[in-house]
């Protein structure tokens, strides 16, 4: 480098055609380097919760840290979490002591189902720069009164989905039994309803 430039340390050649061809050869190799010092720089790896453990996969695992790392949570709040080999094993948040609250933080991220043993929760760490990020990639479960609006939700779609059956059956057997096409006419009147007579000639229907 020489004031801010990059300058060979080999002879160049002075002929137009060979110079604009080394021209490319080096820019093509500074830009493989730079894009190979960025991709060291930035680092993602997804890593599984099985029993209440983030586990650290094999594939990529030299890319993650090791020992005590301080991360940011996605509420920008700063844990200490202990990297080993295979696993996160404990976590803290920073300056409140070693006390190892890795639970805590894996149950505010998933409640309280996250100790299932079918890693079915995912947890995500990125670097950016020389800082550590982490934040859970699965989400939350619903709360007790969450699922409770949600049951409820559900069945009175259901029921929604069997009385709106029963409706068409209804009104089908009744335009069925109508002679004439103003009888036919005058009962989806009555109703509020329209017909596809498109859809009704594909079924072999007609009216009158």
Known sequence: MRDDRFVPSLPVPDATSERAEFDAMTRELVDYRLAQYRARRRAVQDCPVVDGVIELPDEGRDALPDGPTLVVLEDGTRWELEFSEHRVDAAWPEGAGDEDRLG????????AGVAQPDGSFTARFERAGDTWYARPLSPPPLTDRESGYASALMKAMADGVDEYARALRRHARALAALQGED???AYL???GLELDEDAL???GGARG
């Open 201 to 203: 000639s594909e079924r």
């Open 189 to 191: 009147d009555a109703h």
């Open 104 to 111: 805590d933080l894996l149950r505010g991220w998933f409640g």
């Open 183 to 185: 009888e036919v006419e």
